[in-house]
């Protein structure tokens, strides 16, 4: 990737398989949003690849964008709709959601007296609960999580980290970037990204 002209990541490989996480470390500026928004297409890359079961992802972007839960700092929330509602339509995309689920998963996020507000009404940190509150009912295999702990409490951190292992545990992968070590139990790689000077 490179931004007039000067690389913004480079040298950069990894590969995931069914079960892991990597957790992407690297102080502010460093390039692990970038690097979260190439892993799910968003960005062009001037080298290199991303795969998806052995295929790039641009040549099967539907069934992709299927398999994959993105999180960033842009939650794609509906401001106009309540908690509840937000949850039911991005979670209701790619799998059926009864209702005792998502209530569910609201209360656990710390969620329940503002999950039928609307979303503008809410504030950055509530809003990004409701976006984590997907995370209980996702049927994606690949998740993006830039900076999930972002104003969460201790118990709301232990409620995405239990979803991160019950997600693990199922087969899935996970990337997250983050500034706080995750649980050991998690067993996460670390991939550190470097500043680097270019003249």
Do not use: Y
Request: aromatic residues 6%.
């Amino acid at each position: 990737m490179e931004l007039d002209d000067r690389p913004l990541l480079s040298g950069l490989g990894f590969c995931l398989r069914a079960g892991d996480l990597v957790q992407v470390c690297g102080a502010n500026g460093s390039g692990k949003t970038t690097l979260m928004r190439a892993l799910a297409g968003l960005v062009p890359l001037a080298d290199g690849e991303v795969l998806w079961r052995g295929r790039r992802v641009q040549r099967q972007w539907s069934r992709f964008r299927a398999e994959l839960l993105f999180i960033g700092h842009r939650l794609g929330l509906k401001t106009g709709l309540t908690a509840e509602e937000n949850l039911r339509l991005v979670a209701g995309v790619k799998a059926p959601v009864v209702a005792r689920d998502w209530r569910q998963c609201l209360l656990a996020v710390g969620l329940g007296a503002a999950a039928r507000m609307p979303v503008w009404q809410l504030s950055a940190g509530q809003q990004r609960r409701v976006a984590l509150a997907q995370l209980a009912v996702s049927p994606a295999t690949l998740w993006l999580l830039d900076e999930p702990f972002t104003a969460l409490d201790p118990q709301a951190v232990a409620w995405v980290e239990a979803q991160l292992q019950r997600h693990l545990l199922a087969g899935g992968v996970a990337v997250v970037t983050s500034h706080q070590p995750l649980s050991a139990h998690l067993g996460a790689r670390q991939l550190e990204l470097n500043v680097q000077d270019v003249d």
